[in-house]
Nanobody
Framework: QVQLVESGGGLVQAGGSLRLSCVAS????????MGWYRQAPGNQRELVAA??????????NYADSVKGRFTISRDNAKNTVYLQMNSLKPEDTAVYFC???????????????WGQGTQVTVSS
């Protein structure tokens, strides 16, 4: 089993910055893609940013609404993914969830894991 622990959420004024972290632990042989999603009240969960494995080029993908403001990165040695959020807007207010594809041994499938979520609130 894999556990994801997120941190870094909080309350910030518009224009401010926050850095989210997500650490994966447990029975991990390798991690594939890592990403961040968010869900605001009354809305569906949406992809914010994702990053592929280094072996796949470490390419990144962002939602149009956050391009140029958010940056996703990963530290494979620490099984950690980060989301640097700058120039925050009130519409960025949501619960942010970490998502990781991981497997516990070679030759097995990657399974999808989710963190418990961390609240980000941006005041105007």
């Amino acid at each position: 089993q894999v556990q994801l622990v997120e941190s870094g959420g909080g309350l910030v004024q518009a224009g401010g910055s926050l850095r989210l972290s997500c650490v994966a632990s447990g029975s991990i042989f390798s991690i594939n893609a890592m990403g961040w999603y968010r869900q605001a009240p009354g809305n569906q969960r949406e992809l914010v940013a994702a990053i592929t494995a280094i072996t796949s080029g470490g390419s990144t993908n962002y939602a149009d609404s956050v391009k140029g403001r958010f940056t996703i990165s990963r530290d494979n040695a620490k099984n950690t993914v980060y989301l640097q959020m700058n120039s925050l807007k009130p519409e960025d207010t949501a619960v942010y969830f970490c998502n990781v594809g991981a497997r516990y041994s070679p030759g097995t499938w990657y399974n999808d894991y989710w963190g418990q979520g961390t609240q980000v609130t941006v005041s105007s």
